[in-house]
């Protein structure tokens, strides 16, 4: 799997709009850009993934550029709840191969203040 | 989406013993993948497990120490033997489903 670079912490407002980064500069023509969160002492939750498009669902919106080497998870209203550690993981997006696994690095643990 | 259950929730052990940890999934699914998660860590991948063939285990991780089963496409179960406190994690069963990977609750082992 690629390999992906997120900020170790970031702080949002409640209320605001959350913008989590994700860097993936050697991402392969066939990997998806997969995000999930973990919230302390659950596991870990899928949120939205995307090839090149951008891909909008009832929980986040994901924004990938053009050159597909980064991403933006965008959470439009963020609550208290998403308090979580965001994980970035790039991915082949159908079986076969021992790289259709995924792997996890450290996250971005963001944290919703009041 | 699939739903995934695991027993126990958690659980506390003493060192020496074996503990068998059981993964539910209300759908069929063929791929199936044991993570740990140690304290204030991220998650490592254990092994996987597909239904029909043998688990495949990561580095650092062997069958002794953590035998698998697979019966059929809706379950499995992740012994942790012989456990030591090092063995005090979160494990988590995993499933594919589509193109989208999901996870159980995990479950919380303290090993004294």
């Known amino acids: 799997d690629a390999k992906t670079t997120q900020p170790t912490s970031m702080d949002c407002a409640e209320g605001r709009a959350a913008n989590l980064p994700c860097n993936h500069s050697?991402?392969?023509?066939?990997?998806?850009v997969y995000w999930y969160r973990q919230i302390h002492s659950q596991g870990p939750q899928y949120i939205i993934h995307?090839?090149?498009n951008n891909e909008t669902n009832e929980m986040a919106s994901l924004i990938i550029t053009e050159d597909r080497k980064s991403s933006t998870l965008i959470l439009p209203h963020a609550t208290l709840r998403d308090t979580a550690v965001y994980y970035c993981?790039?991915?082949?997006?159908?079986?076969?191969?021992?790289?259709?696994?995924?792997?996890f690095g450290k996250g971005t643990l963001l944290t919703v203040n009041p | 989406s699939a739903v995934i259950s695991q027993k126990p929730s958690r659980d506390i052990c003493q060192r020496g013993t074996s503990l068998t940890i059981q993964c539910q999934v209300d759908s069929q699914v063929t791929m199936m993948f044991w993570y740990r998660q140690q304290p204030g860590q991220s998650l490592t991948l254990i092994a996987t497990a597909n239904q029909g063939s043998e688990a495949t285990y990561e580095s650092g991780f062997v069958i002794d120490k953590f035998p698998i089963s697979r019966p059929n496409l809706t379950f499995s179960t992740l012994t942790v033997s012989n456990m030591s406190p090092e063995d005090s994690s979160i494990y988590l069963c995993?499933?594919?489903?589509?193109?989208?990977?999901?996870f159980g609750p995990g479950t919380r082992l303290t090993v004294l």
């Open positions: 995307g090839l090149k």
């Open positions: 993981i790039v991915r082949v997006a159908r079986s076969g191969g021992s790289n259709y696994k995924l792997t």
């Open positions: 050697t991402i392969s023509g066939n990997e998806y």
């Open positions: 995993s499933v594919i489903l589509g193109d989208t990977q999901y």
